[in-house]
């Protein structure tokens, strides 16, 4: 087997650990997926690692339920850095104007990966939010959005962060979507990793806030 199968087995592995670690409250185990300056993105978070698992935690133990299914990977490595995209859904439950809903939203995590200190570990997670929707749990219950709200997000995550906006969290309204320019400037922030790119692919000092 040789250096770049094996490095993809091991990228892939810690994509699985990423998800049912973090989805089962394993907070150890989790921190050791990432190497120590590293970032998360999502629509209701931006920040370091360290400060990712501290607000999962405090979520968790206010019952907050956002749970994720992973899809197929496909992982480019060059020499020491690699580039991870998984397809994968984000499923979150909530009361939306006390109707319990289910939000699922489809995408990709797009991961840049390095191998350090005798092991890969993730440096920076960026989510690609590509579509989603809103359903009641209960099929018989009547759902009313409000437009103006539900209109302030994107396309690929406008109903995932209407649910998140309305527990108390600050959306980011632009995020990757399928296309467009966001997507394309993480596209070419990852051409540059895989090239040797100095600083954090972030565009962040280490360990600094969002």
């Given at each position: ?7 993809r087995q091991e990228i892939r592995q810690l ?136 209109g302030r997000f994107p396309e690929g995550y ?33 051409r540059e990793w895989l090239a040797g790119s ?13």
């Open positions: 087997m040789g250096p770049v199968i094996e490095a994509i699985e650990n990423w998800a049912l670690w973090r989805d089962s409250g394993d907070w150890e185990r989790f921190a050791t997926v990432w190497h120590d300056d590293g970032r998360m993105e999502a629509t209701w978070f931006q920040g370091t690692a360290t400060e990712f698992i501290a607000a999962n935690r405090r979520g968790w133990e206010r019952g907050v339920t956002i749970l994720h299914l992973l899809g197929g990977s496909s992982i480019d490595v060059v020499g020491t850095r690699a580039i991870g995209q998984t397809k994968m859904q984000i499923h979150q439950r909530a009361a939306v104007h006390d109707v319990s809903c289910d939000v699922v939203c489809t995408g990709r995590f797009y991961d840049f990966f390095e191998h350090r200190d005798g092991r890969w570990g993730l440096v920076w997670r960026q989510p690609i939010y590509e579509k989603d929707r809103i359903d009641p749990v209960d099929p018989a219950a009547v759902l009313s959005l409000d437009e103006d709200l539900l406008r109903h995932l962060a209407y649910l998140q906006t309305l527990l108390g969290y600050e959306v980011v309204a632009g995020m990757p979507g399928l296309r467009g320019p966001e997507v394309a400037d993480l596209y070419a922030r990852g100095t600083g954090h692919p972030a565009g962040v000092h280490a360990g600094s806030p969002a």
